[in-house]
C-alpha cells in the first residue's frame, strides 16, 4: 500500500463540534489519509457541550497525530512538511478573520497559513449566521488570499441525511483537490453527494 497523505483538520470553537468530529471520523475510516488534529481550546469545550465529554479523547485516539494547539513549532506549521492540504470545521468567525488577516498565534491559524503560501487547498467550514459587513469582508479577504469558503449550510427538512451529505460533501471537496487521482472516475457529486469510495 502507497503511503497515507496527510491531511488537517482543525476544530475552532464555533457551534456545530460535531460537523468537524464526523470529519475526522470519515477520514479516519479511509486508508488513503493520515488525519493531522487541531483542537482549539474553546473547541475543546463545545466538543465537551455539543458532542460528549469523552468527544476529545474519541478524537485524539482516531487521529493519526494530535498536535496541541499553542505548539507553533509542531512539524504541520512549516511549509516544508508534506500535507495535502487542511480544513477547518466548523470554522470561527474569530478563526476566519486571524487566517484572513495574518493573525497566526496558535498552530490552527499557523498551519492555514502555511497551506496558502504553499497554494495547497484550505476549505473553512464557516459557522455563523446572520453575518454583518465586518463578517463579509473577513470572509472575501480570505478568498483573495486563497481559501475556500465552505458554510454548512444544512437544511432542516433534510436533518439527519442533509448533515450527514453535508459533511461527506467537505470531506470531498478537500480530497478532490488533494487527491484528484482517486475523484477522476467517482460519481459526480451533484447526483450523488459522496463518491463511492468515501462512503461507510
Known amino acids: 500500500m502507497s503511503k497515507r497523505q496527510g491531511l488537517i483538520v482543525g476544530i475552532s470553537g464555533a457551534s456545530g463540534a460535531a460537523i468537524g468530529m464526523r470529519?475526522?471520523?470519515?477520514?479516519?475510516?479511509?486508508?488513503?489519509?493520515?488525519?493531522?488534529?487541531v483542537v482549539s481550546p474553546a473547541a475543546e469545550r463545545t466538543?465537551?457541550?455539543?458532542?460528549?465529554?469523552?468527544?476529545?479523547?474519541?478524537?485524539?485516539?482516531?487521529?493519526?497525530?494530535?498536535?496541541?494547539?499553542s505548539d507553533v513549532g509542531a512539524a504541520i506549521a512549516s511549509g516544508s512538511y508534506p500535507v495535502a492540504g487542511m480544513i477547518v470545521a466548523p470554522c470561527s468567525i474569530r478563526t476566519l478573520s486571524a487566517i484572513?488577516?495574518?493573525?497566526?498565534?496558535?498552530?490552527?491559524?499557523?498551519?492555514?497559513?502555511v497551506q496558502l503560501k504553499e497554494r495547497r487547498p484550505l476549505v473553512l467550514l464557516v459557522r455563523e449566521s446572520p453575518l454583518h459587513l465586518g463578517h463579509l469582508r473577513s470572509m472575501l479577504q480570505a478568498t483573495e488570499i486563497g481559501a475556500i469558503i465552505a458554510p454548512p449550510m444544512m437544511r432542516r427538512s433534510g436533518w439527519?441525511?442533509?448533515?450527514?451529505?453535508?459533511?461527506?460533501?467537505?470531506?470531498f471537496l478537500l480530497c478532490a483537490m488533494a487527491a484528484p487521482s482517486l475523484t477522476r472516475s467517482s460519481p459526480d457529486l451533484s447526483r450523488t453527494g459522496t463518491p463511492s469510495f468515501m462512503s461507510k
Open 100 to 113: 484572513a488577516w495574518g493573525q497566526l498565534d496558535n498552530l490552527l491559524t499557523r498551519a492555514a497559513d
Open 160 to 171: 439527519p441525511f442533509g448533515f450527514s451529505r453535508r459533511i461527506r460533501s467537505a470531506r
Open 23 to 37: 470529519i475526522v471520523e470519515l477520514l479516519a475510516d479511509n486508508p488513503h489519509y493520515a488525519v493531522h488534529l
Open 47 to 69: 466538543l465537551s457541550e455539543e458532542v460528549g465529554s469523552d468527544a476529545l479523547a474519541r478524537l485524539r485516539a482516531i487521529a493519526f497525530r494530535h498536535h496541541p494547539h
